[in-house]
């Protein structure tokens, strides 16, 4: 078996519509990562396009913020699914700067290798020669 990364369409595509609220199984780097940068595209997109007016952009950057809540929740949970770690590890980030740098270490971890309680690892797909 060889892992496949998963493209930026695709891992936004997963994240927003086949696990927009799934807090079981695995994420790769990959969906995670890619995920987090169309997030953040998005918020720098109304940043720019609603400048021009405060009230207008708190609605529609609030509005965006609910709509990516749960799959940045889930796509975060299962992430730390996928380093053998408890979705619970999220809340790490609750403590200031030292919360983030370990939050951040473990997202950048390599996928586990092995099937873990969580599921198998992500992307793997079978090849026959």
């Known amino acids: 078996m060889i892992q ?3 493209t930026f369409g695709e891992a936004v595509q997963r994240a927003l519509t086949v ?7 695995r994420s790769s780097r990959s969906e ?7 997030s953040f595209i998005v918020s ?4 720019i396009l609603f400048c021009w007016s ?12 609910l709509y990516f809540l749960l799959p940045t929740l889930g796509v975060s ?3 730390l699914h996928d380093t053998g770690r408890s979705g619970w590890w999220i809340f790490i980030n609750i403590i200031p700067f030292f919360g983030q740098l370990i939050y951040l270490y473990f997202t950048i971890q390599p ?5 873990n309680k969580w599921g198998p690892e992500p992307n793997m797909m079978e090849t026959w020669n």
């Open 111 to 115: 996928s586990q290798t092995v099937v």
């Open 44 to 47: 720098f997109v109304i940043m």
């Open 19 to 25: 696990n927009y609220c799934n807090f079981s199984g």
């Open 32 to 38: 995670y990562w890619w995920f987090s940068l169309f």
């Open 4 to 6: 496949r990364q998963l």
């Open 77 to 79: 949970v299962r992430r």
């Open 54 to 65: 405060d009230t207008l952009e708190y609605i529609v950057s609030g509005l965006c913020s």
